[in-house]
């Protein structure tokens, strides 16, 4: 693991990587946003884990993105994403829709080691139908008949995600969010932001061990207070939804979002 | 007795339709099937029997699962969860249901956000209630542009679950998969008949003459005004004083 900064981790996003962003509410790394804007590595397929929004919305507003592979992209009672939708509306971004566990299930194959996992659902729906990586098999342990969806491993290149602490070692506490590490055993690249880096090892006390992801699966921290802003980050703050509310009506045009964008202040004041 | 709001009915009507469930999972912006699943929880404990389960969905004060956000459908796919709220920028006359956008897929003219774990849950839940408060013919379609879930499955399909009903701001129908389509069980108090044909877009079966959806009794209602809103207010702070402040125009 290597101790880094916002900026010299957006370093390792490379044009046409697919890069996997978490869930509003399980620790999006907002604060690695604008360094991967200003880096500037573009056709990026993203995975969203299983939901997108605000980073989202912002990566695609920047022309950053390729694909879009989601259960769903919103801000939530914000409303709609706009830039997201402007870009669907336009034929801008490719989408591969996709529903919560199915996005789970790619990357739990992933995480396996295995090329896909079976999932139930799905049969007759338009996301099947508009899925050529899927697949409809017969479950060969029945009788006959009973077919069932395959879902293949999702292995992003690059994951990113913002989580209250990491020890000096690099292990990085995840509590009970375990997509994350589901996340991390996925990728080949792990980039960590962090409220606080912490002295003692992490996996010393057993209590704050469960909820560790092991350095082994880290690529680097940067320390990153208020990272999440202004989404909220569990058991250490809220959503500033005024924030939200706010880039929600300034992104309905690509201007007001260009202005959004431009804006100094990009941190929690 | 101080006159019942709309939305009091729908919360009462949703409480009536989770009867008997032990587990119910509802969306952290769904505030009517929540206050649904506690005044039945409220009502059962008030009995002294034990009140449903109730997961509220990206909450993290009552999100009681450890397994991240995997955990929910993993719970759904082992049949510990019983019932379901699913709405939908269309449904139609089948129970399919379409959470993607409207127009032709994939440049849809209007994108709405996707179809989150639709196209899963509504396999493997037993109680599927589709709730839209919003009845319009822009809703409820003949058919929907895109299918995220099914209303149903062909034989052979893997199918636990399902919509049992559909709630909407005028009325109550329910689900037959046999037929399928829906049936006009009830209707809410100020809406009629030929008004709800009106802003229906598909056909459904009813009765010449319908009946009215029952409203709460004195009971249900103090417990509703009472300690649910009270629950409520720690989820739904917002939802619960703008109920509160209706019913204080309504008792003044």
Redesign the interface.
């Known amino acids: 693991m290597v101790l880094s900064e916002p900026r010299a981790m957006a370093k390792h996003i490379e044009p046409g990587m697919r890069v996997a962003l978490p ?4 620790g999006v790394s907002m604060a690695m946003t604008r360094p991967i804007i200003e880096h500037g590595a573009g056709n990026l397929d993203l995975v969203c ?3 997108g929004g605000l980073q989202v919305d912002q990566l695609v507003g920047a022309g950053l993105v390729r694909t879009v592979e ?5 801000l ?2 914000a409303g ?2 706009p830039r ?2 402007a870009a ?4 801008a971004v ?2 591969k ?6 996005i ?1 299930a790619g990357l ?1 194959a992933a995480q396996k080691g295995s090329p896909f996992m079976p ?10 139908r ?1 899925r050529d990586d899927w697949r409809v098999v017969d479950n060969p342990l029945a009788d006959g ?4 969806v395959l879902i293949p491993a999702i292995k992003p290149d690059v994951t990113i995600f913002h989580v209250p602490m990491a020890d000096r070692f690099g292990n990085v506490w995840i509590g ?7 996340m991390a055993y996925a990728s080949r690249t792990v980039l960590v932001t962090v409220e606080r880096i912490v002295d003692e090892n992490l996996l010393a006390d057993e209590m704050s061990a469960a909820g560790v992801l092991p350095a082994l699966y880290v690529t680097a921290v940067a320390r990153a207070p208020k990272g999440a802003w202004p989404y909220g980050l ?2 250490e703050y809220p959503a500033d939804s005024g924030e939200i509310a706010r880039y929600a009506k300034a992104a309905r045009t690509a201007d007001g979002f260009s202005a959004y964008m431009g804006q100094a202040q990009m941190e929690s004041a | 007795m101080a006159e019942v709001l709309p939305r009091e009915v729908l919360i009462c009507t949703i409480a009536r339709l989770l009867d008997g469930v032990r587990h119910v999972a509802v969306g952290a912006s769904s505030p009517i099937p929540a206050a649904g699943a506690m005044l039945l929880r409220a009502m059962k404990e008030a009995e002294g029997a034990v009140g449903p389960r109730i997961s509220i969905l990206g909450s993290v004060e009552h999100n009681f699962f450890t397994n991240g956000s995997a955990e929910l459908f993993d719970c759904a796919g082992q049949g510990r969860i019983d019932a379901f709220f699913l709405g939908g920028g269309q449904i139609d006359g089948f129970g399919n249901v379409n959470l993607v956008g409207a127009g032709d897929y994939p440049r849809s003219s209007v994108r709405w956000p996707g179809s989150f774990g639709s196209a899963y849950l509504y396999f493997v839940v037993p109680r599927v209630i589709l709730f839209r408060e919003e009845h319009t013919p822009r809703v409820f379609v003949e058919k929907v542009d895109f299918i995220s879930a099914p209303g149903v499955s062909p034989d052979g399909v893997f199918r636990s679950g399902g919509p049992i009903a559909l709630l909407t701001g005028k009325g109550l129908f329910r689900f037959d998969k046999t037929r399928p389509g829906f049936e006009l069980e009830s209707v809410h108090p100020g809406h009629d008949l030929a008004e709800i044909k009106e802003a229906t877009g598909f056909r459904f079966a009813h009765d010449a003459e319908p009946r009215q959806t029952a409203l709460p009794d004195r009971t249900t209602l103090d417990l509703l005004r009472g300690r649910v809103f009270d629950d409520l207010a720690e989820t739904y702070p917002e939802f619960a004083g703008q109920m509160r402040r209706e019913l204080g125009t309504v008792d003044a």
């Open positions: 869930v509003d509410y399980a884990v299983p939901t989601t259960s769903a992209v919103s939530g009672e709609g994403a997201f939708n669907v509306k336009e034929g490719r989408l829709d996709a529903t919560c566990p199915a789970h739990m999932l139930r659902g799905l049969i007759g729906t338009d996301l099947l508009h008949g009973d077919p069932i009970r969010r375990r997509e994350l590490a589901a569990w058991g």
